[in-house]
């Protein structure tokens, strides 16, 4: 099971840290993705921290502001947003896979967390 958490509102040029955590697998043998899915838009993807390496890969819309690790000790992986703009409002989830590499599609995704939201907003 994934539970995303630490959504919320923001002004613009703002930061958030959003946490994904993992019960009943340990996450470092995954692949995990960040989506988001704005309203009236498809689910987009964000980022992803491969594995087994670890490396990181973003959206276009994203490069630059936003980053993801993880804490094995924690059984998290993390995605840090900076520079916070109105179009990054959307409702954000998490997704892991086994296997390795780096995913951008849905498809490619077996688990799924619950979204949180994030609004960016003067």
């Known amino acids: 099971q994934l539970q995303a958490s630490g959504g919320g509102s923001v002004q613009p040029g703002e930061s958030l840290r959003l946490s994904c955590a993992a019960s009943?697998?340990?996450?470092?043998?995954?692949?995990i993705g960040w989506f988001r899915q704005a309203p009236g838009k498809e689910r987009e993807w964000v980022s992803c921290?491969?594995?087994?390496?670890?490396?990181?890969y973003y959206a276009d819309a994203v490069k630059g502001r936003f980053s993801s690790s993880r804490d094995n000790t924690k059984n998290t992986v993390y995605l840090h947003m900076n520079s916070l703009k109105p179009d990054d409002t959307a409702v954000y989830f998490c997704?892991?896979?086994?296997?390795?590499?780096?995913?951008?599609?849905?498809?490619?995704?077996?688990?799924w967390g619950q979204g949180t939201q994030v609004t960016v907003s003067s």
């Open positions: 997704a892991a896979t086994a296997g390795l590499g780096h995913f951008t599609r849905r498809n490619d995704y077996d688990y």
């Open positions: 921290i491969s594995s087994p390496d670890g490396r990181t």
């Open positions: 009943g697998f340990t996450l470092d043998y995954f692949a």
